[in-house]
């Protein structure tokens, strides 16, 4: 197996891990803000119990793992897309971590927007391999 094809099966497994934990293991409440912040609403994560802290971590460290790989090629063939590469991973740290507010009223379009900005991560990283 190459490794382009290692990679794309990480983010695979990566993926059905967060679609589990986010449907399975999280969940979202309203919060009451002042209007002119959000007019649609904003959630926050609940607190996560700890058996599901443990599976926080593990995805967590398995989605670091992988994305310090990526990085490390984007940089060795000196990619142009770099900077979307880290935005977009910063944007699945935050669903991870579940340390921000959300501007989404479900999980699945919670875990949408998750499985997009993974989507991203490898249209970006297969490139070099192109």
């Not at 990566?14 to 803000?33: A, D």
């Not at 002119?36 to 670091?64: C, D, H």
């Not at 927007?113 to 989507?119: G, H």
């Amino acid at each position: 197996m190459g490794v382009l094809a290692n990679i794309n099966q990480s983010f695979d497994e990566i993926e059905e891990q967060l679609k589990y934990f986010i449907h399975n293991n999280s969940s979202i409440e309203y919060v009451e803000m002042p209007i002119e912040y959000v007019s649609s609403g904003t959630y926050a994560w609940v607190r996560l119990k700890q058996n599901e802290l443990y599976m926080q971590n593990s995805i967590l460290s398995a989605y670091l793992n992988l994305i310090t790989l990526c990085d490390l090629i984007l940089r060795n063939v000196k990619s142009p897309n770099i900077e979307e590469f880290a935005k977009s991973t910063e944007l699945v740290l935050s669903y991870i971590g579940q340390n921000t507010l959300l501007f989404f009223e479900s999980l699945e379009k919670v875990f949408a927007d998750i499985k997009e900005e993974l989507d991203v991560q490898r249209g970006i990283i297969a490139q070099p391999y192109q």
